[in-house]
C-alpha cells in the first residue's frame, strides 16, 4: 500500500532528481561530485521506498547493494539492480569528505542521474 510515508519516501528522491535536472539544463558547466551525491541519494530514498511500500523496517544506511539485497528477498527481479547500485554506492562517500575525496566527471554525473532514473522506473513498475 502507497500510505504518506512511502509517498515522502519517493516526494523525497524526486526532489533530489529534480535538482540533477535543473543543473543539467544549466549548461556543462556543472558540479559533478554533488550531482553523483544527489543522484545516489535518489536511489537510496526509492529503495527505502519500496522496502517502506512493503511493511519492512527501513534502516538508517546508506549502502545501496544492502538496500538491494533487502529488495530481493521481496522479489527476486531486483538483482538486476545490483551493478547499479555498485555504480551508484561510490558516490555517497567519496563525493562527500575531504579525505577520500574523488573529483568525478560530468560523464558520471549524467551516468548517475541516468542510473537514478533507472531505479525509479523500475521501482515504480513493481509498486503500479
Known amino acids: 500500500m502507497i500510505t ?16 540533477i535536472e535543473i543543473v543539467l539544463k544549466a549548461g556543462e558547466n556543472f558540479l559533478p561530485n554533488p550531482l553523483c551525491f544527489h543522484a545516489q541519494q535518489a536511489a537510496e530514498k526509492y ?19 544492502t538496500l538491494i539485497k533487502d529488495c530481493i528477498k521481496i522479489d527476486k527481479s531486483f538483482e538486476e539492480l545490483c551493478e547499479n547500485a555498485n555504480f551508484l554506492n561510490q558516490f555517497y562517500i567519496e563525493s562527500r569528505y575531504p579525505d577520500d575525496y574523488v573529483q568525478f566527471s560530468n560523464d558520471d554525473a549524467k551516468k548517475a ?16
Open 47 to 65: 529503495l527505502k521506498g519500496f522496502l517502506a511500500y512493503n511493511d519492512l523496517h527501513t534502516r538508517k544506511i546508506h549502502d545501496l547493494e
Open 113 to 128: 542521474y541516468d542510473v537514478a532514473i533507472k531505479i525509479k522506473k523500475f521501482i515504480l513498475k513493481k509498486i503500479n
Open 4 to 19: 504518506e510515508y512511502v509517498k515522502s519516501w519517493f516526494q523525497r528522491a524526486d526532489d533530489d532528481l529534480k535538482l
